[in-house]
């Protein structure tokens, strides 16, 4: 099986005067075809950084410092980035961007909106394009008539599956979603997320990289989850293994500070504590482990020496001392 | 146990247009009493007039009609002058969703913390006050000498939120109204934050009510949870009454539509 995108050390910073924000630190992640990766962690981990460096998206002060991005075998990072972006993006890889209810502008129809967006990226023609884009209407179940309409007589979960329907126009490799549920309401969301994963089911994009603080709304469609804490990757599995028996400390507090209506969260909540402490500055991120000042377990090692990824059962990875010794 | 807050026949209407008139009831008639001592929650969706239900009881915006009674004393029409809203805030005070606009930013914490202080109607000295805020500080988790001088920008948003809760530590009012109180806080600083809350009544017996629409908070944290709906309470019971056995088909389906951690809708 061939990967998506795979990234082999991957270093962004965001390049500030009082210092450089390690946003991105060393992040090999591989995806394969027909995978929807979520990438878990709290705010300000580096996830969202991540998939603007993936769509290639670096305005200063955000900046590739190394490491190698490839994308469908091609590695991107060698050639100029403005020409890289112009061979990937919307094609290889689309974004669907955080603040996506504001995405579109306000003041133009929706089919003019997407017919700019997609003329300037294949040169095609504007009614070939409406048709294109009225048929995936059609497929994702959005009345076509919302094409001939304004964004802002479109309600969020519309806007939000209007977006999804252009970032998979031109079928796509890889489809990013950065939070793409987070301002919607419990029942709009449902709706949303049913709407992702008929994309990936029907096989308008090869993969889906979902981006969410939210366990418990990403794990309902992924197949693989990744959690990132201070720039890194902490844990890489399958999403049930890892629901059911994180192995790195911070991901177990992860799961346990979650707060569903089920009888058996309630329990366990009862039962053990939130974390201390807070995530670190990631312009001096501590030495050795980055979790290692509010991890329950921490030893001698950790706050010397950055713990190596490894794999513990099949698929299953983890970077902390507790499981390199075994 | 007694009844501290009673709300009757609560009702607020907003009015919008100058020619063509139109009517948005955002609160309709809605009735409920809360006892001395409970975590009750009202929990619904975006629109459903939870806030607004919050910012009437708070005294922040005048009701359409009803009756908001605390103590026995109807807020809207028994509260004269200055020393009777003194009391009345004293007694009842709101933590708010986003503690990045609740705060002045040009003011330092300590000036802030002070603030409080104008509520109370005995003198006390520096000494005092400066003891009591210290004091307040610790219970929430935060060291006084590291936040006292800053200014809220300084701080992070879980730091910010425990400020907002220290404050309420040191007024010790005998209601507490936390609108959202956790949805602007990392998932790992949550459960800290909630915990405090648990303290609070723990040790003042503050009375809370939670605004949230949040159904997992509001089934790990209340006793009672009310639900929402267009203005109206459609649903009220114990967390484990709504959350296993709910009546209302509005509750039915907001409850299948929270994501769970251990089941997935797809497979």
């Given amino acids: 099986m061939g990967y998506v995108v795979e990234t082999i050390d991957l270093r962004a910073y965001y390049m500030l005067r009082r210092g450089s924000v390690k946003a991105v630190d060393g992040v090999n992640l591989k995806i394969g075809e027909r995978e929807i990766v979520g990438v878990v962690g709290e705010s300000g981990c580096g996830k969202s950084t991540l998939s603007r460096v993936l769509a290639l998206d670096f305005i200063p002060p955000l900046k590739l410092v190394g490491g190698k991005i490839i994308i469908d075998g091609e590695d991107v990072t060698s050639i100029p980035i403005s020409e890289a972006r112009k061979r990937i993006a919307g094609t290889k890889i689309s974004l669907i961007p955080q603040s996506a209810m504001n995405a579109i502008i306000p003041v133009t129809r929706v089919k003019d909106y997407i017919a700019d967006v ?109 959690v990132m804490y201070a720039g890194k990757i902490v844990e890489d599995g399958p999403t049930e293994d890892l629901i059911h028996n994180p192995f790195h400390p911070y991901s177990k507090a992860l799961m346990f500070s979650i707060l569903t209506p089920e009888p058996e969260v309630r329990k366990r909540v009862e039962q053990t504590g939130g974390i201390a402490g807070e995530p670190p500055s990631l312009i001096n991120p501590p030495p050795g482990c980055r979790f290692h000042p509010r991890c329950p377990y921490a030893m001698d090692v950790c706050r010397r020496e950055e713990p190596p990824m490894i794999e513990v059962e099949k698929g299953r990875f983890v970077a902390c001392w507790l499981y390199a010794k075994k | 146990m007694s009844t501290i807050l009673e709300v009757k026949n609560l009702a607020k209407i907003y009015e919008i247009g100058y020619i063509r008139k139109r009517q948005i009831v955002a609160v309709d008639k809605v009735s409920f009493s809360v006892k001395k001592g409970e975590i009750i929650s009202l929990v619904g969706e975006s629109g459903s007039g939870k806030t607004t239900t919050a910012r009437m009881i708070l005294r922040l915006i005048k009701p359409t009609s009803g ?78 000498d590291e936040v006292l001088n800053r200014r809220p920008f300084e701080l992070s948003g879980g730091m910010r939120q425990r400020v907002m809760i220290a404050r309420i530590f040191l007024i010790r009012p005998m209601l507490v109204i936390a609108d959202e109180p956790t949805s602007m806080i990392d998932a790992t600083l949550r459960l800290g934050i909630l915990r405090l809350f648990s303290k609070l009544r723990e040790e003042i017996g503050t009375t809370i009510m939670f605004i949230t629409h949040d159904m997992g908070l509001a089934y790990y944290i209340s006793d009672r949870i009310m639900v929402m709906y267009r203005g109206k309470i459609i649903e009220e019971g114990t967390p484990d009454e709504i959350v296993n056995n709910p009546k209302h088909e509005y509750t039915r389906n907001l409850l299948d539509s929270i994501p769970k951690l251990y089941t997935s809708w797809f497979k």
């Fill in chain 1, 118 to 226: 997609v003329k300037e990226k294949t040169g095609l023609p504007r009614e070939k394009i409406v048709d294109m884009a009225r048929k995936r209407f059609e497929e994702i179940g959005l009345p076509p008539i919302a094409l001939d309409m304004y964004p802002f007589e479109l309600s969020g979960g519309m806007r939000q599956r209007v977006l999804i329907a252009l970032a998979t126009l031109l079928n796509p490799s890889l489809l990013i979603a950065d939070e793409p549920t987070s301002a919607l309401d419990v029942s709009t969301q449902k709706m949303v997320l049913t709407t992702l994963y008929n994309v990936f089911k029907m096989g308008l994009t090869k993969s889906i990289m979902f981006i969410t603080h939210d366990i418990a709304t990403v794990r309902q469609i992924a197949t693989r989850i990744v």
């Fill in chain 2, 67 to 144: 009756v908001i009674k605390f103590m026995g004393r109807d807020i809207w029409r028994d509260l004269r002058g200055g020393s009777d809203l003194r009391w009345y805030w004293r007694n009842v005070n709101g933590v708010f969703q986003d503690p990045f606009s609740s705060f002045n930013p040009t003011h330092r914490i300590r000036d802030f913390m002070y603030r409080a202080f104008n509520l109370f109607n005995e003198k006390l000295d520096r000494d005092t006050k400066e003891r009591l805020v210290r004091e307040a500080l610790q219970m929430v988790g935060l060291i006084p």
